[in-house]
């Protein structure tokens, strides 16, 4: 990956401090996503690290995980499936708890999104604690799912995420 071009990437990344609560610097991709050039950038990195790997199926994370998902998942040629936060699938799910800083929160996935086999990719835009990635790729592997790689935009290495989502391999392409 080009040197210049991870650093224009984090550029156009803006820290929020403060949101949505006291002492979580946000880490807000709002401006690399409005800008073309960057955007595509940014989706050619989860491409290069897709190609060659008989891919049947990209999942993405509610709701920044669409983004980049989606997109990678039309260049490919292979179908998108959504993890949602629990209460938005409209049909039957399974659903799989995780912890958050206080409290629980759910994941869902359709029934039928992922079924045996099928090669798969999950895709979001930052691997923070991992507590929500983890949960998606217990969804995955519970329909049978072959994860081969969880892949994120940005990693907040200081948080060892990568750590929940042992042993499905990670790829982050702008490390904090
Ligand atoms: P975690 O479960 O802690 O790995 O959190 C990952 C999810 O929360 C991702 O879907 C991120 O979009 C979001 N998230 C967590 N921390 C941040 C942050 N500092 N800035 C932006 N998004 C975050």
């Not at 080009?2 to 990437?9: E, N, P, R, T, Y």
């Not at 499936?81 to 359709?110: D, F, N």
């Not at 329909?143 to 499905?168: K, M, S, V, W, Y």
């Amino acid at each position: 990956m080009a040197l210049d071009l991870v650093g224009k990437l984090r550029a156009a990344v803006r820290d929020v401090p403060d949101f949505p609560k006291k002492g979580i610097v946000f880490k807000d991709i709002t401006p690399l996503l409005s800008d073309p050039a960057l955007f595509r950038a940014s989706i050619d990195l989860f491409l290069e690290r897709c190609h060659g790997r008989k891919i049947n199926k990209i999942v993405g994370i509610d709701a920044r995980g669409f983004v980049f998902g989606s997109a990678v998942a039309y260049e490919l040629g292979v179908g998108f499936v959504p993890i949602r936060k629990r209460g938005k699938l409209p049909y039957q799910t399974e659903v799989a708890k995780y912890s958050l800083e206080y409290g629980e929160a759910e994941m869902e996935m359709h029934v039928d999104a992922v079924t045996a086999g099928e090669r798969v990719v999950l895709v979001d835009d930052l691997l923070a604690t991992g507590g929500t990635s983890a949960a998606a790729a217990l969804l995955i592997r519970k329909a049978g799912g072959n994860l081969l790689e969880a892949q994120f935009l940005i990693e907040l290495e200081f948080l060892h995420g990568r750590n929940q989502l042992d042993p499905t391999p990670v790829a982050s392409f702008l490390k904090y």
